[in-house]
């Protein structure tokens, strides 16, 4: 069992940054891929971005060059450093950890942090 938990959303201005954080329980948090989903409302839970337990990043194309994923096994944590933000990066922002190597889907994720909102202004 993996229990996460979100923070450091907020209010932005376009081209502002943010950073995520998402604080994880369990003795084995360094065996997950550990990724970024994010909804907006009305629409469906998106993959964002995630990094494996080598330390490897994958990630969407819309993110590419202004999203960093990290993670630090020693705090069990995982951060989304988030720059250059526009209005369509407004979403909740989901943390999750996945047993696969490679997982970019939903159904694809064992465990899922409440969320944090993220709100870009124009």
């Known amino acids: 069992q993996v229990l996460l938990a979100e923070s450091g959303g907020g209010l932005v201005q376009t081209g502002g940054s943010l950073r995520l954080s998402c604080a994880a329980s369990?003795?084995?948090?360094?065996?997950?891929?550990m990724g970024w989903f994010r909804q907006a409302p009305g629409k469906e839970r998106n993959f964002v971005i995630a990094i494996r337990n080598d330390g490897s990043t994958y990630y969407r194309d819309s993110v590419k060059g202004r999203f960093t994923i990290s993670r630090d096994n020693a705090k069990n944590t995982v951060y989304l450093q988030m720059d250059n933000l526009k209005p369509e990066d407004t979403a909740v922002y989901y943390c999750?950890?996945?047993?696969?190597?490679?997982?970019?889907?939903?159904?694809?994720?064992?465990?899922w942090g409440q969320g944090t909102q993220v709100t870009v202004s124009s």
């Open positions: 999750a950890a996945s047993k696969l190597y490679n997982a970019n889907s939903r159904r694809q994720y064992d465990y």
């Open positions: 369990g003795r084995t948090f360094s065996s997950y891929t």
